[in-house]
């Protein structure tokens, strides 16, 4: 991580690696987290390989939703970590997207309380990462990463 640059969020999570995995990789359980509630997410295309599409909308009435997130998986090692880049677009195709463009590497390992959870996200120069914290990472990546806390122990607790 280089500070000038990127911005990450940790979190031990009470649930395996797998539960966590497939709230990543599933769309029905992708759209439970993904965006800060109340907002609503629709996962368009969710295809979780080197290269695939992710693809969400969003929506705040429940009946109008608009585009999200347009991106393409860069790294997908199963169980351990997942890299996007909304830089490139799900066809491929070189994008610069609003409100700026990001990597972001999430990772999974084994914690003995569940899952040591952990994001980074990468900007391309400073004045990125600064606009990107503004905007609220830490409150909107934070509450995503609580909203998924919650679905994955509640799961666990099962």
């Keep these: 991580m280089i500070p000038d640059l990127d911005l990450s969020l940790e979190r031990v999570i009470r649930a395996s ?3 966590l995995w497939s709230a990543w990789t599933d769309p029905s359980r992708l759209e439970r987290w993904w965006v800060p509630a109340p907002t609503l997410c629709r996962v368009d295309r969710l295809d979780v390989r080197p290269g695939g599409a992710f693809v969400t909308r969003l929506s705040d009435d429940g009946v109008v939703f608009v585009p999200h997130v347009d991106a393409c998986f860069l790294v997908v090692d199963e169980l351990e970590r997942i890299v996007f880049t909304n830089a490139i677009d799900s066809a ?4 610069n997207p609003a409100p700026l463009p990001m990597t972001a590497e999430i990772t999974l390992s084994d914690h003995p ?6 994001i980074v996200v990468r900007h391309g120069d400073p004045a990125a990462r600064v606009r990107h914290e503004e905007l609220g990472f830490s409150t909107g ?3 995503c990463t609580e909203q998924l806390a919650r679905l994955a122990e509640s799961e666990a607790a099962l």
């Design 17 to 19: 690696r797998t539960t």
């Design 92 to 95: 491929w195709r070189p994008t």
């Design 113 to 118: 309380d569940g899952t040591d959870y952990r």
């Design 141 to 143: 990546w934070g509450r």
